[in-house]
């Protein structure tokens, strides 16, 4: 991650409050309407916009917000209430985007990749250190709902005795099939996900440890 400050405490002032919410604009209405900001205590999305109207309705819909932009360009020019912007457009466009909305004064997640040259590569950062500003790059599954459950239910105990975990990535399969008509080699080549748990469980010690197998989407790649 670029820059001083997290999500979670990103532009506040001395003097403000810090129950304040961070006001979130989401670009991009396909791997965009995946993640659950509107569920966040701290966050709310205050603009939404694609360049496909079907899409701005899903955003719409997804993060109950009617403000909605036809063009990033125009959110950003035109939006007086949102902190930080959440971009999910095509890959190419990451970087140009991204910088956009540096250079508007707003924070940046961005989903992968984070650019596609060196020169990009520069540029990007050269554009965080210049602003100040926070970019990060949304390749993780911590706060996706599946991955959030999971530690809760470990921090309760409801796993019993982990003695071994195994996992692998894959693409989230409705975002795949909306976005690809084939996958491409790379994701051909990724091995389907295998959870391997030997579990004792807490409430009858004296029974033998089990393997219980079962695929989980521990992580989402960006496709664009």
């Known amino acids: 991650?670029?820059?001083?400050?997290?999500?979670?405490?990103?532009?506040?002032?001395?003097?403000?409050?810090?129950?304040?919410?961070?006001?979130?604009?989401?670009?991009?209405?396909?791997?965009?309407?995946?993640?659950?900001?509107h569920q966040h205590p701290n966050c709310v999305v205050t603009g939404v916009t694609d360049l496909r109207a079907d899409r701005r309705e899903a955003l719409r819909k997804v993060y109950k917000c009617d403000q909605v932009y036809d063009s990033m360009e125009i959110m950003l020019k035109q939006a007086r209430d949102i902190d930080a912007v959440a971009i999910f457009t095509e890959a190419p466009n990451h970087v140009p985007h991204c910088v956009a909305a540096l250079k508007a004064g707003k924070h940046v997640i961005c989903a992968v990749p984070a650019a596609q040259s060196l020169e990009e590569c520069r540029l990007l950062v050269d554009t965080v250190k210049k602003t100040g500003l926070t970019y990060m790059m949304a390749?993780?599954?911590?706060?996706q709902q599946e991955t959030i459950t999971a530690r809760k239910w470990y921090a309760e105990g409801k796993f019993g005795d982990l003695f071994y975990c195994e996992a692998g990535d894959h693409p989230r399969r409705g975002v795949a099939r909306r976005t690809v008509r084939r996958p491409a080699p790379s994701l051909r080549r990724w091995r389907n996900p295998l959870v391997l748990c030997r579990l004792r469980r807490r409430a009858a010690p004296s029974r033998a440890p089990r393997t219980v197998r079962g695929c989980t989407p521990l992580c989402t790649p960006s496709l664009g």
């Open 1 to 37: 991650m670029l820059g001083a400050t997290t999500f979670g405490t990103l532009a506040l002032a001395a003097d403000e409050p810090k129950s304040r919410k961070v006001r979130i604009g989401v670009v991009g209405g396909g791997f965009g309407t995946a993640f659950q900001w």
């Open 139 to 143: 390749e993780t599954s911590y706060y």
